[in-house]
Nanobody, 115 residues
Framework: QVQLVESGGGLVQAGGSLRLSCAVSGSTFSFSAIGWYRQAPGRQREFVAKISSIGGINVAASVKDRFTISRDNAKNTVYLQMNSLKPEDTAVYYC?????????WGQGTQVTVSS
């Protein structure tokens, strides 16, 4: 059974940084593309960034130049480094496969950016 567990969220002031972690178990992680997604209050879940099994990266235009995604195959973990955070980045952040699978959604981790 595949499980993805997000961590690293919190409350930060605008301009600050956070690093989110996504620990993956129960799958052949090194062969999997993983994505980060977020859902703000009253809005639909949206794509943030993804990384392929060989390190190819795509980042949403809204966070480009501020967020970076990386992976450590030895630790079965994907990271989302978020810099220059803005209040509009406030959301619950989730990781999932790419493309996302409905049965892989976890609890997410809350990121709150104060102005």
């Amino acid at each position: 059974q595949v499980q993805l567990v997000e961590s690293g969220g919190g409350l930060v002031q605008a301009g600050g940084s956070l690093r989110l972690s996504c620990a993956v178990s129960g799958s052949t992680f090194s062969f999997s593309a993983i994505g980060w997604y977020r859902q703000a209050p009253g809005r639909q879940r949206e794509f943030v960034a993804k990384i392929s099994s060989i390190g190819g990266i795509n980042v949403a235009a809204s966070v480009k130049d501020r967020f970076t995604i990386s992976r450590d195959n030895a630790k079965n973990t994907v990271y989302l480094q978020m810099n220059s955070l803005k209040p509009e980045d406030t959301a619950v952040y989730y990781c999932n496969a790419w493309p996302a699978r409905n049965d892989y959604w976890g609890q997410g981790t809350q990121v709150t950016v104060s102005s």
